[in-house]
């Protein structure tokens, strides 16, 4: 399985961005499905965006659709979510997560804050 450390969070006004990276150690990267998953104060652990291994389709929640990017770069072992156009209800914990056959692995999560 593969260890997952994200990195880019942050306090941002509305209307802001952040580009959210996440790290990955281990092997065979390339053949998990990746996602960023949010959870808000008070609230349950929602997905935002995944990316499959093969083709690269990007799937996104809703609420994200049009505001936010997600992409990987196997040569790197790592997952990025580019946001924009951020909004105070944005504001949560961020998660990578990378899935397979044989196992999940979460990252420890990195704390985005929408606020003027």
């Known amino acids: 399985q593969v260890q997952l450390v994200e990195s880019g969070g942050g306090l941002v006004q509305p209307g802001g961005s952040l580009r959210l990276s996440c790290a990955a150690s281990g092997s065979m990267f390339s053949l998990y499905r990746l996602g960023w998953y949010r959870q808000g104060p008070g609230k349950v652990r929602d997905l935002v965006a995944t990316?499959?291994?093969?083709?690269?389709?990007?799937g996104y929640a809703d609420s994200v659709k049009g505001r936010f990017t997600i992409s990987r770069d196997n040569a790197k072992n790592t997952i990025y979510l580019q946001m924009n156009n951020l909004k105070p209800e944005d504001t949560a914990v961020y998660y990578c997560?990378?899935?397979?056959?044989?196992?999940?692995?979460w990252g420890q999560g990195t704390q985005v804050t929408v606020s003027s």
């Open positions: 990316i499959t291994p093969a083709s690269g389709t990007t």
């Open positions: 997560n990378a899935e397979a056959p044989w196992g999940v692995s």
